[in-house]
């Protein structure tokens, strides 16, 4: 059974400063990683994906991953109230995602 | 920017009867996919499907579920004979030939 494990928070850090997501999985044949943005009661709206290992950076936001640790991160930068949403974890497997039960963030003013 | 929709925004239904949802996939592309997100749980995979194929469903997706791909647009899920514990947000994504998946806004279904 793959997993993809993420701490549910809340997560609350105050506006302008950095939030810090975590994730690890199982599967350490796993390839393709994602970060998803969930606004309450809307779909997952793609943010991030990340395929090597390293860091890959888009704007305020970097995703970080370790595929000898198994772990894929995300930092977002300068937080704004707006990024305040459950943020999602997934990992491709041979055609579906596998997806973290999600990060909630609360970006404070 | 082209979308993934869906159609409709919220369904109810009877227990025992068969809904359809609905999905217009992005028009360049090939893969398609149904998950659902029971309220506060993780979002599960359903089913993929490629060149008029199911080619990857989960345990989830029994017997009472079918998907199909009626024209060159729209891509359904059907539940043929619905239970409480399916009500849930379904999704519809789709992808193109590259890995990452892209989702329509969803369907809310609840059975009473």
């Known amino acids: 059974q793959k997993e993809v494990e993420q701490n549910s928070g809340p997560l609350s850090v105050p506006e302008g400063a950095i939030a810090s997501l975590n994730c690890t999985y199982s599967d350490r044949v796993s390839q393709s990683f994602f970060w998803y943005r969930q606004y309450s009661g809307k779909s997952p709206e793609l943010i991030m994906s990340?395929?090597?290992?390293g860091d890959k950076e888009d704007g305020r936001f970097t995703a970080q991953l370790n595929k000898a640790s198994q772990y894929v991160s995300l930092l977002i930068r300068d937080s704004q109230p707006s990024d305040s949403a459950t943020y999602l974890c997934a990992v491709l497997g041979s055609y579906q995602l596998t997806f973290g039960k999600g990060t909630k963030l609360s970006v404070i003013p | 920017e082209p979308e993934v929709t869906q159609t409709p925004s919220h369904q109810v239904t009877q227990m025992g009867q068969e809904v359809i949802l609905r999905c217009v996939p992005i028009?360049?592309?090939?893969?398609f996919y149904w998950y659902r997100q029971i309220l506060g749980q993780k979002v599960e995979f359903l089913v993929s499907?490629?060149?008029?194929?199911?080619?990857?469903k989960s345990e989830i997706f029994d017997d009472q579920f079918s998907v199909e791909r009626p024209d060159g647009s729209n891509f359904t899920l059907k539940i043929r004979s619905t239970k409480l514990e399916d009500s849930a947000m379904y999704f519809c994504a789709s992808r193109p030939q590259g890995v990452a998946q892209y989702f329509g806004p969803g369907t809310r279904l609840t059975v009473l």
């Open positions: 028009s360049n592309h090939l893969y």
């Open positions: 990340i395929y090597s290992n």
């Open positions: 499907f490629y060149n008029n194929e199911i080619s990857e």
